[in-house]
């Protein structure tokens, strides 16, 4: 893996990490829902309108329409959906470290639903992030976590990962950024329907909810995607999912940053235990793509 690559990467992951926080901001001053629906629409004209400039067509196989369904409603609509409504109560930081144990979860599904072999590797992997999960539980249950908030992020995580098992080997077929764009317009119908549905135009207009706003629906929803792609077509996706380890430490160094949420020693250490299972996990299957 070469310089650029490693740049490439932790780029990604900070931009990843970070949308944990500008949401944060966002539910503060607008209604969830409501504000994440008109960040799809917006991210999903412009990938769209950049993907037709490309010469990328919206004419999509049967595996394309289907990732793009199941991607669209499950990722953007219920996995970011329920950790936006989610951040009206609880913090960012703990948003992100329960969103970082995705790869955790598509690795156990791997292994008990499709029967993936799982080498000694990642098997301790699956085990140390599964206790660093449990030190950072243990700790914020005992200080009065608000449990609704986290048992929406917890189901958002589970949605995400079966969506992710649900189209595993989905080809894009090089028509990545038009699959990325209508992906979030359909987000964008779920979470509109949902917002009509169940809440009322209230905001606030301020200055950090216009710049978290901007930010969220450039930088994680365009920038990042885009830095992906190009990492995955550099490295590969295995190699490149390597990187996923650093979005616990990310996510809870820009809650801290920004919105001065305390990190305890408990929370700390158990961000460190979740790190090290993700990467033991992606090195795992690194190295069984390889002997394969």
């Known amino acids: 893996m070469d310089v650029r690559a490693i740049l490439m990467g932790v780029a990604f992951a900070i931009m990843w990490a970070s949308a944990f926080t500008s949401a944060r901001i966002i539910v503060a001053d607008a209604p969830p829902l409501t504000a994440l629906s008109l960040r799809f629409v917006i991210s999903g004209l412009i990938a769209v309108g950049v993907a037709r400039a490309l010469g990328q067509s919206w004419r999509l196989t049967r595996g394309q329409a289907a990732a793009t369904v199941v991607f669209g409603i499950c990722q953007n609509g219920l996995y970011l959906g329920l950790n936006f409504v989610a951040m009206q109560t609880v913090e960012a930081s703990l948003a992100a470290i329960v969103a970082s144990t ?6 156990l599904g791997g292994f008990l639903v499709f029967g993936d072999r799982v080498r000694a590797m ?3 992997g699956l085990i140390t992030g599964v206790a660093g999960v449990a030190v950072i539980m243990g700790s914020r249950l005992t200080e009065g976590v608000d449990l609704f908030g986290l048992g929406l992020c917890v ?3 589970l949605s995400l990962t079966v969506a992710t098992m649900a189209v595993r080997g989905a080809s894009s077929g090089g028509n990545v950024l038009m699959i990325v764009g209508l992906q979030m317009l359909v987000g964008a119908a779920a979470l509109g329907a949902a917002a009509a549905a169940t809440e009322t135009w209230e905001v606030s207009w301020t200055w950090p909810l ?3 706003f901007t930010y ?4 994680p929803g365009l920038a990042a995607t885009w830095v992906w792609f190009r990492l995955v077509n550099r ?3 295995v190699r490149a999912a390597t990187f996923h380890f650093l979005t616990p430490f990310f996510g809870v160094a820009v809650a801290a940053l920004l919105l001065g949420e305390r990190l305890g020693p408990l929370d700390a250490l158990g ?3 979740i790190m090290l299972g993700i990467l033991l996990v992606q090195l795992d299957k690194q190295a069984r793509r390889a002997v394969a």
């Open 271 to 273: 961000v460190a235990v």
């Open 235 to 237: 490295i590969g996706a």
């Open 102 to 107: 995705m790869p955790l979860l598509v690795a």
């Open 155 to 157: 189901l958002g995580v």
């Open 210 to 212: 216009a710049a978290a």
């Open 122 to 124: 990642g098997a301790v």
């Open 216 to 219: 969220t629906t450039l930088v």
